[in-house]
């Protein structure tokens, strides 16, 4: 049964990466893939020669973020000035809507511990790693999306532990601090350690095509690592945490785009706004879940919503792309 599941997952993952209308739902047909995968057989994902793969992940994480790094510049964190309100919108939608979010949808559908510590999480991370390519394609302000997700990363170190400290504080401890310099540890350094390299070899012309790669496959990775090692605890709350995870999304979506048009933005940052509050940095929680945490149950939350946020955010901007902004 398993090897047919698979064997047609790996061979919709292949026909999608050859569609042209579907092409860009690749990564998510893989995740899923994967997924199916340590479902089935979660034992090839636990160990390999007697290590842990659990110690894969924050490596993996930093690998990440070292690739986004390399897609930044000094001028996109000084592109702050030049459009500080709708920074500072994007920025206080991010940090307040998903967080408390999260905690609400934790709370309303009976989590306890570590798995609604883990909702929190998802929630309380910056942005994704993929809105960058979602804002262009939903006709949003590209500039302005590299800029909020830049930031909210270079941020994170505080106001990350600092939602957790507040939220999942209340299903689980929390230590804010060890919190703060695994942040610095996994995802700042990194950054910088990319952004270095880019300003260094900005003419490679071989890293905008393999570094994406590259992350997308470690992405792939941690999440069927954590689901192999969560595989029963997944299986008792799968429907419900992914009604949670579908959730967290839809709201974020909403309330970012509804929220920056309260506060004035016009109708492109708006879109903006939407998609960055939408998408988290599910890999950084699945590296916090693992590294402060020290749970894989707390990063179910993320390995679900990390491919669902890619599905839906695809959708949303498909639709977006059918209706140019106006003001």
């Not at 570094?211 to 990775?221: E, K, T």
Request: charged letters at 10%; aromatic letters at 8%; hydrophobic letters at 55%.
């Amino acid at each position: 049964m398993s090897i047919l599941v698979l064997g047609a997952l790996a061979a919709l993952s292949f026909w999608v990466s050859r569609s042209a209308r579907f092409s860009g739902l690749t990564f998510t047909a893989v995740v899923f893939t994967c997924v199916a995968a340590a479902m089935f057989h979660p034992g090839l994902f636990l160990t390999v020669g007697g290590y842990k793969l659990t110690g894969l992940i924050v490596p993996l994480i930093q690998i990440i973020m070292f690739g986004m790094g390399t897609t930044l510049s000094l001028g996109d964190f000084a592109r702050v000035l030049a459009m500080p309100r709708g920074v500072l919108v994007g920025i206080l939608l991010q940090f307040c809507v998903m967080p408390i979010t999260g905690y609400a949808l934790a709370r309303l559908f009976g989590f306890t511990g570590e798995v609604a510590a883990g909702v929190v999480l998802v929630g309380a991370a910056p942005g994704g790693v993929a809105s960058n390519v979602m804002t262009y394609l939903a006709g949003g302000n590209v500039a302005l999306s590299v800029t909020m997700t830049a930031c909210s990363t270079l941020l994170s170190p505080v106001l990350t532990p600092l939602a957790m400290q507040l939220l999942a504080g209340r299903f689980v401890p929390i230590d804010a601090w060890d919190m703060m310099i695994s942040i610095m540890k996994m995802i700042i350094l990194p950054v910088i350690a990319g952004l270095v390299f880019n300003k260094l070899l900005r003419d490679q012309r071989w890293m905008p095509r393999i570094l994406p790669l590259v992350s997308m496959i470690a992405i792939a990775a941690i999440i069927t690592i954590i689901t192999a090692n969560s595989r029963d605890q997944l299986l008792a709350v799968a429907a419900t945490l992914f009604a949670v995870v579908a959730l967290h999304n839809l709201i974020g979506f909403t309330l970012g785009y509804w929220g920056a048009r309260g506060a004035g933005l016009n109708e492109s940052d708006s879109r903006t706004a939407s998609i960055e509050v939408g998408l988290q940095n599910a890999g950084m929680a699945s590296g916090l879940a693992i590294s402060v945490l020290h749970s894989t149950d707390a990063g179910l939350a993320a390995a679900i919503f990390g491919p669902w946020m890619n599905a839906a955010g695809s959708v949303l901007a498909s639709y977006w792309r059918q209706k140019p902004p106006g003001r």
